[in-house]
Nanobody, 125 residues
Framework: QVQLVESGGGLVQAGGSLRLSCVAS????????MGWFRQAPGKQREFVAT???????YHADSVKGRFTISRDNAVNTVYLRMNSLKPEDTAVYYC???????????????????WGQGTQVTVSS
């Protein structure tokens, strides 16, 4: 069982930056693919970014060039650096994990085995 705890959300003005963190329990974090998803009120959950166990990354077109996913296996943490934030980035952001020792890109939520509780990001105009 893996537990994921997100942090780093908050209120920021448009154009600002935030860094989200997701700490995972367990000793096999390095073998997990990790993803970030978001869900705005009244909308479906949306893929944001993913990083494979080997460090291969993939970002949604809507955030490419502004957001960067990274991981630090030494501290069981995945990050989402968010720059040039826009009001349309407002959502609850969720961290997800999938046990996968392949450099496969997983961009669908149903591929993931574990989810965090989410952290709210609000971008004011």
């Amino acid at each position: 069982q893996v537990q994921l705890v997100e942090s780093g959300g908050g209120l920021v003005q448009a154009g600002g930056s935030l860094r989200l963190s997701c700490v995972a329990s367990g000793r096999t974090f390095s073998t997990y693919a990790m993803g970030w998803f978001r869900q705005a009120p009244g909308k479906q959950r949306e893929f944001v970014a993913t990083i494979t166990y080997g460090g291969v990354t993939y970002h949604a077109d809507s955030v490419k060039g502004r957001f960067t996913i990274s991981r630090d296996n030494a501290v069981n943490t995945v990050y989402l650096r968010m720059n040039s934030l826009k009001p349309e980035d407002t959502a609850v952001y969720y961290c997800a994990a999938k046990d996968s020792r392949y450099d496969t890109i997983y961009y669908q939520g149903e591929h993931y085995d574990y989810w965090g509780q989410g952290t709210q990001v609000t971008v004011s105009s």
